[in-house]
Nanobody, 121 residues
């Protein structure tokens, strides 16, 4: 069974940076496109970005474009989300997901438990 475990969240000041990681196990990582989503309290889950199974192509939501970068290391079965110039509105629980990619959550078959990112002003 595929399992995803996020890490790297924390408290950071506005303008700071964080790198989230997502460890994949229980399957063939390189077979899956991967995505990052986030959910703030009282809001719906929001697409952040995704990356193809090969890592050659990425796509980002307009809300984060230019400030985040998604990468993956298929040899280490790990997905990354580098976030720069963080804003208070980036505060959310961040999830990684494995599946078919795209901005629609139902295209992903497996989800992690999330890692909290809190950006102070």
């Amino acid at each position: 069974q595929v399992q995803l475990v996020e890490s790297g969240g924390g408290l950071v000041q506005a303008g700071g940076s964080l790198r989230l990681s997502c460890a994949f196990s229980g399957g063939t990582f390189s077979s899956y496109a991967m995505g990052w989503f986030r959910q703030a309290p009282g809001k719906e889950r929001e697409f952040v970005g995704d990356i193809t199974s090969s890592g050659h192509s990425t796509y980002y939501a307009d809300s984060v474009k230019g400030r985040v970068s998604i990468s993956r290391d298929n040899a280490k079965n790990t997905l990354y989300l580098q976030m720069n110039s963080l804003k208070p509105e980036d505060t959310a629980l961040y999830y990684c997901a494995a599946g078919l990619a795209g901005w629609v959550a139902k295209r992903y078959d497996y989800w992690g438990q999330g890692t909290q990112v809190t950006v102070s002003s």
